[in-house]
């Protein structure tokens, strides 16, 4: 029984070895084989960067967001009415 113990303590141990590399080309935490820690710009201040939105686009958004969401909860209500007219159907 220690054995196993034992065996498993030795498993769960992390070696370092890297299963696969995340540094993909495209991704914001990317950095080439040559750029140094201290070359990598700040990514405090880059949502201050992006284009806000105003308000006309957070109406058209606000707007489709409304509409899936009626989309949704139709066809739901749709499945529960045909769900009890079946079972209506059966009982009676």
């Known amino acids: 029984m220690k054995n196993r ?5 030795e498993i769960d141990q992390d070696d370092g070895r890297t299963v ?3 540094n993909v080309d ?5 950095r080439d084989q040559n750029t140094e820690i201290s ?4 990514t405090e201040n880059q949502i201050d960067s992006h284009h806000q939105m105003g308000w006309k686009e957070s109406f058209i958004i606000s ?3 409304l509409k899936a969401s009626l989309w949704i ?7 529960i009415i045909l769900v009890i007219l079946f079972l ?3 009982w009676s």
């Open 88 to 90: 209506i159907k059966i």
């Open 63 to 65: 707007k489709y967001v």
């Open 26 to 30: 495209g991704m914001p935490w990317f």
């Open 39 to 42: 070359q990598v710009p700040s």
């Open 20 to 22: 696969i590399n995340m």
């Open 73 to 79: 909860i139709a066809c739901y209500s749709i499945g």
């Open 5 to 9: 113990i034992q065996n498993r303590d």
